[in-house]
Nanobody, 110 residues
């Protein structure tokens, strides 16, 4: 069983920055972050493969940066906007199975 533990969420003013971290109990390869705003479906924010190929949602391109090391994936979020407010979930793909973290709240508000 793979366990993912997120940290780094919180309250930040518009234009501010946050860095999310997600540490896995095993080495991770294909991984990333999704987010879910109140009343909306979960959507992709950013992903990164074992070969470090990245993919970003159009809404976060140029503001968010995903990176990873052996068992931790990071999401650096800059120039945050109120519409970035959501619960952010990290995931890791192991074979045919996707594992998910418990989520961390990010609130962008003045």
């Amino acid at each position: 069983q793979v366990q993912l533990v997120e940290s780094g969420g919180g309250l930040v003013q518009p234009g501010g920055s946050l860095r999310l971290s997600c540490t896995a109990s095993v080495s991770i390869f294909t991984t990333g972050w999704y987010r879910q705003a109140p009343g909306k479906q979960r959507e992709l924010a950013a992903t990164i493969t074992g070969g470090s190929r990245t993919n970003y949602a159009d809404s976060v391109k140029g503001r968010f940066t995903i990176s990873k090391d052996k068992n931790t994936v990071y999401l650096q979020m800059n120039s945050l906007k109120p519409e970035d407010t959501a619960v952010y979930f990290c995931y890791a793909k192991m074979g045919w199975v996707d594992y998910w973290g418990q989520g961390t709240q990010v609130t962008v508000s003045s």
